[in-house]
């Protein structure tokens, strides 16, 4: 022991979940699909109908992305045609509620 | 208007609180320093002096960045030997708030 112990040693970062909101954000449509979702919208079909400029293509590359996270859970209805859905899971839920905080602290940020 | 209205438009991710985030977690020492003022530790030489591996100079460059940010507030007092002391502003606790609940998430993500 040195005659100075140092009590404190450093604390790293939150790897996976920094990297969630850095992906979320840097993934063009998450933040328009939850605004979907939110209003009721979870049918991929509906989201394009619904949205300007949004592909189906680049939809399901986004809703892909959400399932993997764990944010949103995919749900194929056995019908016919078969109808799938998304929704937000609890750990997305919890996800959301912290990007609902970042953006109101964006609008403490611009209005200084 | 055309035939079938689009009700929603691309919604934009939260870019300054955002960017604080990935900054924050890019500087090396922030969460220490958040962990040092939290246990009452809130002068530059002492923290220095608790903490394992932090130099001066380093600490100092992550105080001024904080400070930049808003999220801690530089206190010097006209005292012989000059006292310098940092706390947390309001804003900045919103924003720990958030970086907790990050924490929380990533102990989730872990747990699986």
């Given at each position: 022991?040195?005659?100075?112990?140092?009590?404190?040693?450093?604390?790293?970062?939150?790897?996976?979940?920094?990297?969630?909101?850095?992906?979320?954000?840097?993934?063009?449509?998450?933040?328009?699909?939850?605004?979907?979702?939110?209003?009721?919208?979870?049918?991929?079909?509906?989201?394009?109908?619904?949205?300007?400029?949004?592909?189906?293509?680049?939809?399901?590359?986004?809703?892909?992305?959400?399932?993997?996270?764990?944010?949103?859970?995919?749900?194929?209805?056995?019908?016919?045609p078969p109808r799938v859905e998304?929704?937000?899971?609890?750990?997305?839920?919890?996800?959301?509620?912290?990007?609902?905080?970042?953006?109101?602290?964006?609008?403490?940020?611009?209005?200084?």
């Amino acid at each position: 022991m040195t005659s100075q112990e140092k009590k404190f040693s450093r604390k790293l970062a939150p790897q996976s979940s920094a990297r969630m909101v850095e992906t979320i954000y840097g993934c063009k449509w998450s933040l328009t699909v939850y605004q979907l979702l939110n209003a009721g919208i979870n049918r991929p079909g509906e989201m394009v109908r619904q949205v300007e400029g949004l592909s189906t293509k680049v939809l399901n590359q986004c809703l892909k992305r959400n399932v993997e996270f764990g944010i949103l859970d995919k749900q194929v209805f056995n019908e016919l045609p078969p109808r799938v859905e998304y929704q937000v899971t609890p750990f997305g839920e919890k996800f959301l509620a912290i990007l609902e905080q970042l953006e109101a602290l964006q609008m403490e940020i611009d209005g200084e």
